[in-house]
């Protein structure tokens, strides 16, 4: 089965810096959309940033300008590059994608999750 695999969380004080990585492994046929969703504590999970086969970014106004969303396809990997830490930043980050397993199949699957905080 695809299974998505995150790394990267850790703590970090404010105005640093984090890479995420979270890589899809199985059988895949295509990737449509991969991104980045967090939720806090108390709090509902909220769109972090997406990347889109053949459209682009987008990201949430509370990350723009700090975070930066890529891609590799040949490794169905995305990252999450989060500059500028804030401690409203911590969160459970998780990875998302909309991926085809095969022609005539889709699944959406989610992350295990990884704890980001940001000390002040």
């Known amino acids: 089965q695809v299974q998505l695999v995150e790394s990267g969380g850790g703590f970090v004080q404010s105005g640093g810096s984090l890479r995420l990585s979270c890589a899809a492994s199985g059988t895949i046929f295509s990737v449509n959309v991969m991104g980045w969703y967090r939720q806090a504590p108390g709090k509902e999970r909220e769109l972090v940033a997406t990347?889109?086969?053949?459209?682009?970014?987008n990201y949430a106004d509370s990350v723009k300008g700090r975070f930066t969303i890529s891609r590799d396809n040949a490794k169905n990997t995305v990252y999450l590059q989060m500059n500028s830490l804030k401690p409203e930043d911590t969160a459970v980050y998780y990875c998302?994608?909309?991926?085809?397993?095969?022609?005539?199949?889709?699944?959406?699957?989610w992350g295990q999750g990884t704890e980001v905080t940001v000390s002040s």
């Open positions: 990347i889109t086969t053949g459209v682009g970014t």
């Open positions: 998302n994608a909309d991926i085809a397993p095969t022609l005539r199949s889709r699944s959406l699957l």
